[in-house]
């Protein structure tokens, strides 16, 4: 059975109410074999700090309060995998993400990056990853 473990970055995370976009059954819908999302704690602590950088960005604040929301109402539902991991004190928030993709694809596991950023994902296909972003602003791609 083919495994899927689909790494989420910042941006899909407040996808739900950004772009009314419900990417954990989507994605699960469209790819075949067992879908775990896997978020990790570095992600967490950067959507942290920019809301503590930007206190007066409410929009922002509540697409993030809803998208953390959302992960937490259907982690029963999913298989969501909450990983403690944050990036090395020089490393950068993308380097972090493609190093945890390509251990990931090490383990013989069909691996994801989930991203709205373009650099990155430009980044994750050199390296050989695949990657799941919103186009139009209503459909999820898959390359």
Excluded: W
């Excluded at 490393?91 to 090490?106: G, H, I, P, V």
């Amino acid at each position: 059975m083919v495994e899927n473990y689909i790494v989420i970055d910042a941006n899909f995370i407040l996808l739900p109410f950004q772009f009314k976009i419900d990417y954990l059954t989507e994605i699960t819908e469209f790819l075949e074999g067992v879908t775990r999302f896997v978020i990790y704690q570095q992600i967490i602590d950067e959507l942290e700090a920019k809301k503590h950088r930007q206190p007066d960005a409410t929009k922002f604040h509540l697409n993030l309060k809803s998208g953390l929301l959302y992960l937490e109402k259907n982690y029963e539902k999913y298989d969501i995998i909450y990983d403690q991991s944050i990036k090395l004190p020089k490393e950068t928030t993308d380097s972090f993400l493609l190093n945890a993709c390509q251990k990931l694809k090490l383990e013989n596991i069909k691996v994801y990056l989930a991203s709205n950023d373009t650099e990155l994902r430009k980044k994750a296909r050199e390296k050989g990853i695949n990657t799941i972003f919103l186009r139009q602003k209503k459909y999820l791609s898959y390359d």
